[in-house]
């Protein structure tokens, strides 16, 4: 779901996660990935910045949702 977050901006994740409290933790996670790699990624609107690192794990997982969207 981060993923999505990150990739999708035609939704606006912001006002959605209003009424969704359950996709706090998914809007969290899409800002950190989108606050390391937002030279990678292309949005017509930014997500806010996050200080905050990814963990290797999640780090994979960006890169294989960034390769199949390549394909």
Do not use: G
């Amino acid at each position: 779901m981060p993923y999505e977050i990150v990739f999708n901006d035609q939704v606006d994740w912001e006002k959605l996660k209003e009424s969704f409290p359950e996709l706090s933790e998914y809007y969290h996670k899409a800002c950190v990935i989108y606050s390391n790699y937002r030279y990678l990624i292309r949005r017509k609107t930014p997500l806010p910045i996050v200080k905050e690192k990814m963990k290797q794990e999640d780090v994979r997982k960006f890169f294989e949702a960034l390769r199949a969207l390549e394909c």
